[in-house]
Nanobody
Framework: QVQLVESGGGLVQAGGSLRLSCAAS????????MGWFRQAPGKEREFVAA????????YYADSLKGRATISRDNAKSTVYLQMNSLKPEDTAVYYC????????????????????WGQGTQVTVSS
């Protein structure tokens, strides 16, 4: 059974940085793309960033482009999201997710393309 466990969230001042981690278990990690999504109170869950199985390809939402870096360590079965220059509007619960399908180069960004989700980690950015 695939399990995803996020960590690294917390309270940070505007302009600060955080690195989120997501540890995966239950199957061969490097075969599958990984994504980060977020959901702010009263809003729909939205795509943040994704990375291909081997880490060659990445894709970012415009809202965090230039301020976020997604990476993965396949030896540790862990994906990371480094976020810099954080803004109050980045406040949300951040979720990592992965897919049933094994895509070599495709980096999915749609919520419906992801099948396994973590429990989320809260990120709060104070002004």
């Amino acid at each position: 059974q695939v399990q995803l466990v996020e960590s690294g969230g917390g309270l940070v001042q505007a302009g600060g940085s955080l690195r989120l981690s997501c540890a995966a278990s239950g199957r061969t990690f490097s075969n599958y793309p990984m994504g980060w999504f977020r959901q702010a109170p009263g809003k729909e869950r939205e795509f943040v960033a994704a990375i291909s199985g081997r880490g060659v390809h990445t894709y970012y939402a415009d809202s965090l482009k230039g301020r976020a870096t997604i990476s993965r360590d396949n030896a540790k079965s862990t994906v990371y999201l480094q976020m810099n220059s954080l803004k109050p509007e980045d406040t949300a619960v951040y979720y990592c997710a992965t897919t049933y399908a094994t895509w070599t180069n495709y980096v999915p960004s749609g919520i419906s393309e992801y099948n396994y989700w973590g429990q989320g980690t809260q990120v709060t950015v104070s002004s």
